[in-house]
């Protein structure tokens, strides 16, 4: 493979032996770009490939200096540009296919380039850098010129393209925009300028976007000042101020994903949302192509968002996600979408060879199709990517003709050494990271993710297939290694194991054990000498100890592969001999059997490997740029050792590194993140072979692997996914001939396995795998079957699911114990059975104890550690929710504190509410905080003014004012009326309240200060208007919460009376023995807001939580109580004799006659005929003094009856006086909030003025900048005019002159040749206007019809082309043979030069010509510019003077608030108050002297009026009386007529007539009772009768059954019969019954159709007919009317 490399920046390569590139092998990850008509070329890693699409030979371009990163082709020139990844990247330009440096461009670029464009016509390229210039630069990569660039974009560009047919235009595209860039020369100065295009909304609506720099002036608000722009609104001034748009303004527009240009200069742009733009190339206008639909088909894509698309004659080919390539056929305003070819892959990018007949599609996974044009069109696959980046190589043994790669999706690879093409593939559908090939067989290991190796056979190298697999673990596998001799596979997990496998095929890759190393292995090195019989194997990975390596080293023998050859005869096979000696029954290696020793690393390694004397293992540190050398032990040792390095030699490579050895162990190759292979003398650890493969961008290399003799390496990137092939160059002597030596004895020494095991692989055929797995899952459940345990003993296993070998063993190992230990375990499980039931007994004989003996169901728990490990856990989680609690009751109580600080410590006064006691009347207070000192002192500063403008203004008028004579004299009584005088200037300096605009002089607030809202025009005044009014509002609120104290204090008064007098109601209604409720009037929760924020212990619903120890202290404090109570009454005699002779009482109290009664004599116990005269005597005496004490009796309750009656009145009375005064106070609240609303309002007007003066000056200060930066523009403008008419006159001259020594070359040509005869001058002048004809080239008519851009014009190197065809047919012009006869060699000569001079003059004054029509342009161009700058400065100045005009009109047409009574003014249409265009403000002195005339002169009229009124008066009156009789007479008459119509139920009557109305009623309901009784035996019956329906119904049922069952079957033999002659009929016409079903089905859906929209119109008619019915019934209905 050809290859070519930068010469300027190699690398180092020391002398001596060296290595170069053979091949490099890569998938696109950009877009791949034609160089010509048959090469393709793509950036891989470090490379640039080239392809040859017809011969598939590939060539590579290796850039040095890092990472390829854009690459862009210019097919005209055959070049290639691609830039490097690195600080400050340059541009390299290479020549194809010499791949020789052209030039380099450097520019000022810091990160990297992201996008590069050629363009066709001239040798300009265009560069395009993001973070963080975001800068275009257009190049003249020719020269090596910076033409022009310009920064700061305001996009992120992601798709650059030249105009095919016009240089000076460039598109960028960004998923959020299109740019057009427009690119102006005159003479040798470049400009560049850029337009972005106004992309349609996400719908695909164009937006109409209005300027807001300017006003329009349709918007006008007569009533609240000019309408002004957002941006004034929102206070901007700069640059900003010119898009400013609302949030709420803003809509999603589209987002573009490909654009492509067509020959009519006009742009295709495709969306993620599905449309297709068209864009003019010159306006900029957007079009939106409408999709013409057609019915689908069945292989049609769903292309929603193209990805890639291409322009061609009729239309688009466009591609995305979906794998098809579709053909969009545009005409006009529509297009329609065509199949064009199903690639099966997502299209990544699509392009047309130079001469459109082949089509270059490339898609997402890195594939590259060719699909070409012609008769009979092909579509083949150029490059077929792998899928995803390689993650391990290996070489097939012998290792000189294949080699073999895998991918992490699982997908192995073939490849052929020679030239890296791919011989063969296979899938194995499963994640995989490690791949091995094996030394002594065609065959191959592959870990997967999932814990399996799956050994492949390669001994057909064409086909590969998978002849076995190995399911070790559930881990995934981190490692395969084969040993030097292909004796053992290694293949560590994850988890840190390393089994150890047969890699003989012939043994069917038997598994011999594992054993376990630490997690996390970094590397595995194995060395195998072909003279001893053992392996030595280290692992390197990472130790539990932070800074540390752990070194594992053991020893496998070489018994193990051969211990199945050499038991034969004996019954035992070899895995029963190595599980017997060497592992344990869970698969385990025994430590004694491999000789396992530990080491640990005083610093972190990356690598590690072996030596092949095993005395010593190299090291690659992995945090300082270090290789060491660690000499092992000797002696034996236990545990860890601590080993450290002896030799330290310092490399250039630099990040985490790998170490390998070669196969002959001289070599110690490392490779590392920089990219590098360094390749050492394993004695003296000195480079002597290095080459820089990969970059550091890209991570550096992966991998490694080195061919047996040497003479080949392979290097695989980590990120990059480049494959690399390198050789050696000048490799020889003893470096040679030692592993050549090697090599020869290693294929001699294993050329008898090898043979062996690849004829045991030829015989394996493809199915054995299945043959295998079936036997194999025979053999576990025949051995699964013999053994007779139990379900219950055993874990069940999914027998759908495959078992791990680890898995297999470990359940071997379960059932040999459960076998060897069967007995005690029947025992343990006796034992336990019987600890359960014992348990048991214990549990329910706790259910039967009393509370305080029983225990808690956890202490009869057997398993302590679980128990405490549950309490823990509890503990823990208790002491979590206790955190959460507390942080969130500290969260509350931090949120409440603010809350109360902010709304009540932080108020002056408190809001509060007043309640009436026996109406709903609520009046509440005006909350106010503390006015703060900057407050006050603004206040006081605004009074101060006030107080001097107006002594000013006092002073000014007693100065300019002529004193008359009474006020003369009032100045000598000055001093004695001077408190008249100052009530006299208040008055005199108040405002009316129509024109103050408030009612706050009611509350005696002062508002003299004020200024009249007619006086309002500057800022000041309205800020210190402002601030007054702030103070009215104060005091007013002030005023009023003053009186709301007074009130609430009388309030509370009024309680305190009431609760008083309470007090001897309650004694009164005790006494009296009354049911009746006293009224307590109490204070509401809004009357006393305080107590919300107290939280009392009857509002917590929760019980308290007590300790024990409180607890105890409170019963103790009960006890010692009650003792001392008792202890205090036992003693107090005085006490006891009272309550025992006189009730407790000393003397008998009023009140308790009420309760006194006299007792009755003891003989009145007897009949009255027994009683002696004492005992009458005594009877009478009773009855005296009982009659008496009822009299008192009476008299006392009257008494206490009277007072009860006077204090409930003087409460009702009292309470009621007090409602009366809060309706007052209620008016008067509603009075203040009306007179702060009114102050409020005037504001809100100031505050909306100031606003709006505000806004006006932000308008003007835009303005103004926006003219400033107009005005530099203009500047700029005139600037540039003036030089480009300078350099236009000078290149004017230079051409005047050019062409006047044209002329004199045309006129001076007879005189130069006056020697010779005129004859021969003639023709000699005949010859000197002669020029040769240039035969243009003409193109094929197929590629003509194919190409739609044609030929490009203004190419430079169509213009050079052109100009070295003319001086060719120039030469043959000045051929000797075209001398005319006669003439004089000589004078031919200098003919043919003067004619020569002539032709190369005319070319230059074309050129000149030609760049003076440019500069023209140019000029015009600058002068349109100009002139649009003039008119944008125009537009500024008329805006400004527009805006003055608004600005004066405001500050005079002010607006203020005139207080009207209701009624005053009446108006027909609201609409009149908003318009005052006829209205006028006139003197108050005027109205009130024509008021004074219309007062006296209604005076008179009113007294001519009272006059007449006493008249009438009397007539008045006596008809009055009269319409008042007849009114009473008519009320009455109604009265008897509601008497006489008075409704009177029969059920009323009958309850006044029956004189047994309750017997009656009880009679009825007897009678319902009986017949609920009939009803409840009738539902018995009716229950019955359905029951036994239900039985019949079921026996039906049942029989039905029976009868569909027969059915069925016959319905089975129906379908077969059906679907028999269904076959037959698709066989014969199936095609024609098709179409016959479709044609009949549409027929029928049509026809539904129809009916349909019958059915929707007769419904619609129904329903009109049916209201219009119900409007006919509704009018006939007679209208029940009481009379």
Known sequence: MAQGREQDETPYQPSGASLSVRWVEGFPKQ???????????????????????????????????????????????????????????????????????????????????????????????????????????????????????????????????????????????????????????????????????????????????????????????????????????????????????????????????????????????????????????????????????????????????????????????????????????????????????????????????????????????????????????????????????????????????????????????????????????????????????????????????????????????????????????????????????????????????????????????????????????????????????????????????????????????????????????????????????????????????????????????????????????????????????????????????????????????????????????????????????????????????????????????????????????????????????????????????????????????????????????????????????????????????????????????????????????????????????????????????????????????????????????????????????????????????????????????????????????????????????????????????????????????????????????????????????????????????EEEEENIAIKDTNLPNYLLGSLSTDFGVDTSLLSSQLELHSREEKINQIILLKDIIYKVKTVFNNEFDAAYKQKEFEIARVLERNERIEEIILDLELEENVWQPIFEDCEKPERTLVVENKEIKASKHVNLWQKAKAELIVTREMERWLSSHSTDMRRRALMDMMGGVLEVKKEDILRMVIPQPAFMAKSDALWSEEERKQFREYEKKVKELNEERDKYRKSLEAELKKLQNSIQESTQNFDEYLKRLFDRRVKAEMVVNQEELKISNLVFSLLLDEELNTREICLNNYLARKQEEKVQTSEAIRNSRENLDVYREHYDNLLAEDKVLDRSFKKEFSEIPSQQVDILYKLFKRRPRIQKHKTHSDSASLVPFGERPGSGKLNSDAFAQLMKAMDELDNIHNMPEGLDPLVWDHFCMTRRTKVENEQKVKQKAAGLMEMLAFLRKRIEDDEKVQQDIEKVFHELNLLQEEKVGFQLNLTIQILLKQGQVELENFQLLLEYADAILINKNIIEDLNAVIKTQGQKKVTSMMESKEVHKGIYQIEWEHKKMEMEMEDLNQKAWDIQMLFFSRDRQKFLNEPNYENLIAVQIVIMEQTIAVLEKTHKKNVENCKKLLKKLGKTSNQKDVANYTLSCNLREELVAVSERRDICNALGSKLTCEKIAKERYENMMQQQKLTNISKQQAEQISILQAEVERLRMKTFPALVQM
């Open 31 to 977: 877009d791949v770009h034609f160089v010509n008509n048959t090469t393709i070329c793509y950036p891989c890693g470090n490379y640039v490939i080239f392809i040859n699409i017809e011969t598939k030979k590939k060539t590579v371009l290796q850039c040095v200096n890092g990472i390829v990163g854009v690459l862009a082709t210019n097919i005209p020139y055959e070049v290639v540009a691609f830039s490097d990844r690195k600080l400050k990247p340059i541009i390299n330009i290479y020549n194809f296919p010499g791949l020789t440096r052209r030039t380099k461009l450097k520019g000022n670029v810091l990160l990297d380039y992201t996008l590069l464009a050629f363009s066709y016509c001239g040798t300009y390229l265009a560069s395009y850098s993001s973070l963080p210039e975001y800068e275009l630069t257009l190049w003249n990569w020719e020269s090596n010129v910076i033409l022009c660039k310009k920064s700061q974009f305001s996009m992120d560009v992601s798709y650059m393209t030249f105009n095919p047919m016009n240089w000076r235009q460039l598109c960028l595209s960004s998923l959020n925009a299109v740019m057009v860039c427009t690119i102006e020369r005159s003479n040798q100065e470049h400009y560049l300028k850029s337009k972005l295009v106004k992309l349609p909304a996400e719908d695909g609506t164009l937006l109409d976007e209005t300027d807001t720099i300017f006003s329009h002036s349709s918007l006008k608000d007569p009533i609240y000042g000019p309408v002004l722009p957002l941006s004034a609104m929102a206070g901007l001034v700069g640059k900003e101020a010119e898009t400013f748009r609302p949030k709420d303004d803003l809509c999603p527009l589209l987002h573009p994903t490909m654009h492509c240009w067509t020959p009519t200069s006009d742009l295709y742009v495709g969306s993620e949302e599905g449309y297709l733009l068209m864009i003019n190339g010159d306006s900029l206008k957007v079009t939106v192509l409408n999709k013409t639909e057609e019915a689908p088909t069945l292989d049609r894509g769903n292309l929603i968002s193209p990805v890639t698309m291409v322009y061609q004659k009729e239309g688009l080919f466009a591609s995305g996600i979906d794998g098809f390539v579709y053909s969009f056929v545009i005409k006009d305003s529509s297009y329609k979408v065509d199949n064009f070819v199903n690639v099966g892959e997502p299209v990544e990018h699509m392009m047309f060879s130079p001469n459109y007949k082949k089509l270059l599609i490339q898609t997402e996974k890195g594939s590259i199709f060719i699909y070409t044009f012609g008769e009979e069109p092909t579509f083949e696959k150029v490059l077929d990517a792998c899928d995803g980046n390689f993650k391990a190589i290996d070489f097939i043994t012998p290792g000189n003709k294949y080699f073999m790669t895998l991918t992490g999706s699982g997908e192995v690879c073939v490849w052929w050494l020679e030239d890296g093409s791919c011989v063969s593939r296979i899938y194995l559908n499963t994640p995989a990271m490690v791949l091995a090939c094996s030394p002594s067989s065609l065959s191959a290991a592959v870990g997967t993710m999932a814990g399996s190796v799956q050994f492949l056979s390669v001994s057909d190298a064409k086909s590969p297939w998978v002849v076995h697999k190995a399911f070790l673990s559930e881990s995934p596998l981190q490692h395969v290694v084969y040993d030097q001799r292909g004796m053992f596979l290694l293949a560590g997990t994850s988890e840190g194991k390393i089994f150890v496998i047969n890699a003989n095929p012939s043994s069917s890759f038997e598994i011999f054990g594992f054993t376990e190393v630490g997690k996390s292995i970094l590397q595995i090195s194995t060395v195998c000498l072909l003279e001893t019989d053992v392996v030595e194997v280290m692992v390197l990975s990472m130790s539990p100890e932070a800074g540390r390596n752990r070194l594992e080293m053991f020893t496998l023998p070489k018994i193990l592969p051969e211990g199945k050859e050499k038991n034969k005869s004996t019954i035992l096979s070899c895995a029963q001999i190595i599980s017997g000696t060497f592992v344990d029954e869970r698969g385990r290696l025994r430590n004694e059997f491999i000789h396992k020793y530990v080491y640990e690393t005083e610093h972190t390694l990356s690598s590690a490997v072996l030596d092949f004397q095993s005395q010593r293992l190299y090291g690659f540190c992995n945090q300082v740029p270090y290789i060491c050398s660690y000499p092992l032990p000797e002696k034996e040792h236990s545990g860890i050792c601590i080993i450290k390095p002896t030799q330290k030699v310092q490399t250039r490579q630099y990040g985490p590194g790998m170490m390998y050895l070669s196969p002959h162990g001289l070599w110690l190759i490392t490779i590392a993140k920089d990219g590098i292979l360094c390749i050492r003398d394993i004695c003296t650890l000195e480079t002597f072979a290095r080459c820089r493969s990969h970059s550091h961008q890209g991570q550096g290399i992966q991998s490694m692997k080195i061919s047996v003799d040497g003479q080949n390496i392979l290097v695989n990137g980590r990120n990059d996914g480049t494959l690399v092939c390198l050789r050696w160059k000048h490799f020889g002597g003893t470096q040679a001939s030692g592993i050549l030596e090697y090599c020869q004895h290693f294929y001699t020494s294993l050329s008898d396995t090898m043979d062996k095991e690849n004829v045991y692989l030829s015989k394996i055929q493809r199915g054995s795998l299945d043959s295998d797995s079936e036997f194999e899952e025979t053999t576990s459940q025949v051995r699964r079957m013999s053994i007779d345990l139990s379900q219950d003993e055993l874990a069940t296993v999914d027998d759908m699911k495959e078992m791990p070998w680890i898995q297999e063993k470990n359940q071997e190992a379960i059932k040999n114990e459960v076998k060897l230990f069967s007995k005690t375990r029947k025992e343990i499980k006796k034992g336990i059975k019987a600890l359960v039931k014992t348990v048991l007994i214990m549990m329910e004989e706790n259910d039967t104890l009393p509370k305080m003996a029983k225990l808690e169901q956890q202490e009869f728990g057997l398993d302590l550690e679980e128990l405490e490990k549950l309490h823990d856990e509890s503990e823990e989680e208790v002491a979590k929710i206790r955190k959460d609690v507390e942080m969130d009751n500290l969260a509350k109580r931090y949120l409440t504190d603010l809350i109360k600080e902010e709304c009540w410590n932080s108020m002056a006064v408190k809001g509060r509410a007043l309640k009436c006691f026996h109406i709903p009347y609520v009046v509440e207070n005006f909350p106010m905080k503390e006015r703060t000192a900057e407050e006050l002192k603004e206040l006081e500063s605004v009074l101060q003014q006030k107080r001097i403008e107006a002594e000013c203004l006092k002073l000014r008028k007693e100065i300019v004012e002529v004193q008359s004579a009474v006020t003369l004299v009032k100045k000598h009584h000055e001093e004695e009326d």
